[in-house]
């Protein structure tokens, strides 16, 4: 079954670096997300994308953050300047045709702690 | 404000011992609720999706029902590969946006 990879699968970083996290999505997909879940919390959304644009963000998204799609296949994302509380498991997710009731291909995750 | 509930946080059973896990929500233009499996350090793995109230759907051991408030997701005789965390999510909006529960984590001990 087709699946969505991401790199690397651990981040050290130190506060006020910028991280650039990578996600290939599966190929015929047109839809690209990025989730994040802090230890013990919630799975929460952060951006989707699609068509070379952000069509969806949340309060979360700000500034520090940015996503791009560099080519063909990559789709990532990068924090500017992290914090510790950026110290999270950043997912990528990927969809079809972004239709309602259509479901979500998660990654297995990349964790990000800042130190 | 849009929430997801689930409950027990955590269900410990038997093997062979059938048990109910319990999605409440409240979300304005619901366009889908799903259900999906995550085993620790991995990401959500999908389940079911259900659209409409009255809608059931199984799949092996595992039936997922929804009403307009909330959804069940029925384990029938589970085995110890049947324990991981159970999310539910609900969608608004066309594109992406899922909101999820914390999870309920099911361990089935042999």
């Known amino acids: 079954e087709p699946e969505v990879t991401q790199t690397p699968s651990h981040q050290v970083t130190q506060m006020g670096q910028e991280v650039i996290l990578r996600c290939v999505p599966i190929?015929?997909?047109?839809?690209f997300y990025w989730y994040r879940q802090i230890l013990g919390q919630k799975v929460e959304f952060l951006v989707s994308f699609y068509n070379n644009e952000i069509s969806e963000k949340s309060e979360i998204f700000d500034d520090q953050f940015s996503v791009e799609r560099p080519d063909g296949s990559n789709f990532t994302l990068k924090i500017r300047s992290t914090k510790l509380e950026d110290s999270a498991m950043y997912f990528c997710?990927?969809?079809?045709?972004?239709?309602?009731?259509?479901?979500?291909?998660f990654g297995s995750g990349t964790q990000l702690s800042v130190l | 404000e849009d929430q997801v509930t689930q409950s027990p946080e955590a269900l410990r059973l038997q093997e062979g011992e059938s048990s109910s896990l319990n999605c409440s929500y409240t979300v304005s233009g619901l366009r889908g609720l799903f259900w999906y499996r995550q085993d620790p350090g991995k990401g959500p793995e999908f389940l079911f999706t259900l659209y409409s109230a009255g809608e059931e759907k199984e799949k092996e051991r595992l039936k997922a029902t929804l009403t307009k408030k909330e959804s069940f997701l029925h384990i029938t005789a589970p085995k110890p590969e049947d324990s991981a965390t159970y999310l539910c999510?609900?969608?608004?909006?066309?594109?992406?946006?899922?909101?999820f529960g914390k999870g309920t984590k099911l361990s089935v001990k042999p």
């Open positions: 190929s015929n997909h047109l839809y």
């Open positions: 999510a609900v969608r608004r909006g066309s594109q992406g946006n899922l909101i």
């Open positions: 997710a990927s969809s079809e045709q972004g239709l309602a009731n259509e479901k979500l291909f």
